[in-house]
């Protein structure tokens, strides 16, 4: 006879709720199996497009990138210094800024309460380099050497003007937390071409500039309302790559694959009966995380790389220097290894003070790695095919935050304009892009926005920005959410 408390179980079990929560289950599994099994995709056969490993069956259309190095300067590096050369600014140094120009921009706290505002021309001098004649700030002599490869934005702007943000706004596509980074996008829709690696790796390097600059929260490389197993893994620089990836002593391969079989046993009768995403996500990292095992350590040991390479990059033979230039020749490694998106982010950005000694640490710190990086990948045959973009979250401004001196300067947050540039990946080598004013403060000559920036990203990659969408809470979300728009000449 059938327990009478076994019958009001089952009728509990049976509400639409659960109906309705059993389906999103049996779908959440098929996805996960669709992300742990590329080989349940095939080519498009209509338009023979190449077949993706995430939840896209196929590319939008053919891509010219099938990876992405972002060497984030967090911060905001000054376009003024370094990119945006404006040789008549120097006869504007010390004067106020022409309320013309400001037209009554919002500020920061920090310049608010200002009375002046007097304009600085770059306290360094200007080159020109390549075939380009790409003018770079004295501080770049090595990106000099890769003029030619560089697509150079001289007018990107956003409506952020602090940090957070502005940081924010440029990784996902919104000013307010929660929405995933372009990388988790990209490891949602089309996945990693190494099944042992995750798509999205995240790498974080202190600079030499300010050492007390803004820290760097986790949710910048999150996944958002997209499943858990898309955020970014972060790798650290000293001790194991990741955390608590190594076995505790005494649990061996064999061990560890049998505990596993196990929890996933027990995950997915949960997911079968909850239809809980999240329990699919689990899974999905705890495969991921004992992949991880075997191929991060190889993957992050740079013994085996030629003294000319590190020299190249200009790592320390201290192994734990952590910097830069190591993460740039692991960002390499990991694209040639096929992880999707790499993220690099590099502190001490963020000049509100003693700028021209900062600015200078900070570009000896970055200058020779960026321009190594692009020269290895295409001594490799990956810069074709891999796109490298450099720049931060906003630029500063053309006055002086606080006193200034016969030798030294702040600038505050700009938004206005800013400069970033690209190589690889399909854009235009030996190219410059957009204009702003004789000051560096406002756009006059083609503005690209950062919607804009990552639509164009995206096309590279062969994904169409208005069709990668997640619906969540009853609306159909994207990266560049309502606005962006490919800016068509930065394309190859």
């Avoid at 050492?211 to 970014?232: A, I, M, N, V």
């Avoid at 000896?364 to 990086?373: E, F, K, V």
């Amino acid at each position: 006879m059938t327990n009478p408390s076994n019958v009001a179980t089952r009728q509990l079990m049976l509400t639409r709720r659960h109906f309705f929560g059993r389906m999103s289950a049996g779908l959440g599994s098929a996805a996960l199996a669709s992300l742990m099994n590329p080989g349940v995709f095939g080519e498009d056969g209509a338009n023979r497009l190449p077949k993706s490993y995430g939840a896209l069956p196929a590319f939008h259309f053919a891509p010219k990138a099938k990876r992405v190095i972002w060497l984030f300067m967090s911060g905001g590096p000054s376009h003024i210094d370094l990119y945006d050369y404006k040789p008549g600014l120097k006869k504007h140094h010390g004067e106020e800024l022409p309320a013309s120009i400001r037209m009554g921009q919002r500020l920061t706290g920090m310049t608010s309460g200002q009375k002046t505002f007097p304009c600085v021309a770059p306290m360094v001098d200007f080159k020109q380099y390549g075939k380009c004649g790409l003018w770079l700030s004295d501080h770049l002599p090595n990106l000099g050497r890769v003029a030619d490869e560089m697509c150079v934005v001289k007018s990107m702007w956003t409506e952020a003007i602090n940090h957070d943000p502005a940081v924010t706004y440029i990784q996902t596509g919104h000013q307010q937390a929660g929405r995933p980074a372009l990388g988790a996008w990209l490891s949602y829709g089309i996945g990693s071409e190494n099944r042992q690696m995750p798509a999205f790796v995240v790498l974080i390097s202190q600079g030499s500039g300010n050492k007390t600059d803004q820290p760097l929260s986790t949710r910048y490389w999150g996944s958002g309302f997209l499943p858990g197993e898309h955020q970014g893994v972060r790798f650290r620089s000293q001790g194991d790559p990741v955390l608590y990836l190594s076995d505790p002593p005494g649990v061996d391969r064999a061990s560890r694959r049998r505990m596993l079989d196990a929890a996933g046993k027990l995950n997915q009768m949960a997911a079968d009966a909850f239809g809980d995403p999240e329990i699919n996500a689990r899974i999905a990292q705890y495969e991921m995380a004992f992949k991880m095992q075997a191929s991060v350590p190889e993957l992050t040991d740079l013994s085996k790389e030629s003294r000319q390479t590190l020299d190249r990059y200009g790592i320390k033979d201290n192994p734990t220097d952590g910097g830069f230039a190591r993460n740039c020749l692991l960002a390499r490694r990991m694209v040639e290894s096929g992880v999707r998106f790499v993220q690099l982010m590099h502190r001490g950005w963020d000049q509100h003070g003693d700028l021209p000694k900062q600015i200078k640490g900070q570009c000896q710190d970055a200058d020779q790695p960026s321009a190594a990086l692009v020269e290895d990948l295409k001594q490799r045959g990956l810069l074709e095919d891999t796109l490298v973009v450099w720049g931060g979250e906003f630029g500063r401004t053309v006055y002086s935050q606080g006193g200034l001196t016969k030798d030294n300067h702040g600038r505050d947050h700009h938004g206005r304009c800013f400069t970033i540039w690209m190589a690889g990946g399909g854009v235009k080598p030996g190219f410059s892009y957009g204009a702003t004013d004789d000051f560096c403060y406002n756009i006059v000559e083609n503005p690209v926005h950062i919607h804009d920036l990552n639509a164009t990203i995206l096309n590279l990659l062969g994904l169409d920005h208005t069709q990668l969408t997640f619906k969540f809470q009853g609306r159909h979300f994207r990266l560049t959410d309502v606005h962006g728009e490919v800016v068509k000449p930065l394309l190859a």
